[in-house]
């Protein structure tokens, strides 16, 4: 489906591209787009981008060209994701919260 990455902390776009067989001015588009794309930016204007970007940029590539959404409806579908992200930390820090307290309770038997 894609290209293959190398292992390393940060990509250059023309590696992005490469990887996904889109134009860099498409990245560079997308990147105004959606918030969940933002690579660091060097003060010489150079853009790297993380493993994370990485996985957001396949996200939506597949959302708008595989899937066929508009970017509006990936921007709505990115949104409901990140508030279900969000749901499913808080469920699970308060089952963290129990589990110790479970565990508290069965060592002072």
Do not use: C
């Given at each position: 489906?894609?290209?293959?990455?190398?292992?390393?902390?940060?990509y250059s776009i023309?590696?992005?591209?490469?990887?996904?067989?889109?134009?860099t001015s498409?990245l560079?588009?997308?990147?105004?787009e959606?918030d969940?794309?933002?690579?660091?930016?060097?003060?010489?204007?150079?853009?790297k981008f993380?493993?994370?970007?990485?996985?957001?940029?396949?996200?939506i590539?597949?959302m708008?060209?595989?899937?066929?959404?508009?970017?509006?409806?990936?921007k709505?579908?990115l949104?409901s994701?990140d508030?279900s992200?969000?749901?499913n930390?808080?469920?699970?820090?308060?089952?963290?919260?129990?589990k110790?307290?479970?565990r508290?309770?069965?060592?002072?038997?």
């Amino acid at each position: 489906m894609f290209g293959t990455l190398p292992e390393k902390k940060y990509y250059s776009i023309s590696e992005v591209a490469i990887h996904f067989n889109v134009n860099t001015s498409l990245l560079r588009y997308w990147e105004k787009e959606f918030d969940q794309i933002n690579p660091l930016i060097k003060s010489s204007g150079i853009r790297k981008f993380t493993r994370e970007n990485i996985e957001t940029i396949s996200l939506i590539y597949t959302m708008l060209k595989k899937d066929g959404l508009t970017i509006q409806g990936a921007k709505k579908k990115l949104k409901s994701k990140d508030i279900s992200d969000s749901e499913n930390l808080t469920i699970l820090k308060k089952l963290n919260k129990i589990k110790e307290e479970l565990r508290s309770l069965k060592n002072n038997l």
